[in-house]
């Protein structure tokens, strides 16, 4: 397991943009770096579904729903990954979630709330 931490969420008009953050702060260098990272985000009433990935070196995936809109990046030094989200929808709202894979295994975050007002 790795302890992920989430921030940046909070309430923006439509169309707008928010960054989200996620940290690992008690992995190790080497550990952050052999995951892949990702943010997922569940809307009230809905499952759980993928946003973006993104692997140590730099490939990234997107979901049709954000590709274009989205961007994940991260920084491997700091451990820490990020979400830009521009041209923001009321169907994003959601809470968003920050996760690490690897051989298998997941880790989540505890979310952090995006709401988008229309």
């Known amino acids: 397991q790795v302890p992920l931490v989430e921030s940046g969420g909070g309430l923006v008009q439509a169309g707008g943009s928010l960054r989200l953050s996620c940290v690992a702060p008690?992995?190790?260098?080497?550990?952050?770096?052999?995951?892949?990272m990702g943010w997922y985000r569940q809307a009230p009433g809905k499952q759980r579904e993928f946003v973006a990935s993104?692997?140590?070196?730099?490939?990234?995936d997107y979901s049709d729903s954000v590709r274009g809109r989205f961007t994940i990046s991260r920084d491997n030094s700091r451990k820490r990954i990020y979400l830009q989200m521009n041209n923001l929808k009321s169907e994003d709202t959601a809470v968003y979630y920050c996760?690490?894979?690897?051989?298998?295994?997941?880790?989540w975050g505890q979310g952090t709330q995006v709401t988008v007002s229309s």
């Open positions: 993104a692997s140590y070196d730099g490939r990234t």
């Open positions: 996760a690490a894979d690897r051989e298998g295994n997941r880790s």
């Open positions: 008690r992995a190790i260098t080497s550990v952050f770096n052999g995951h892949i």
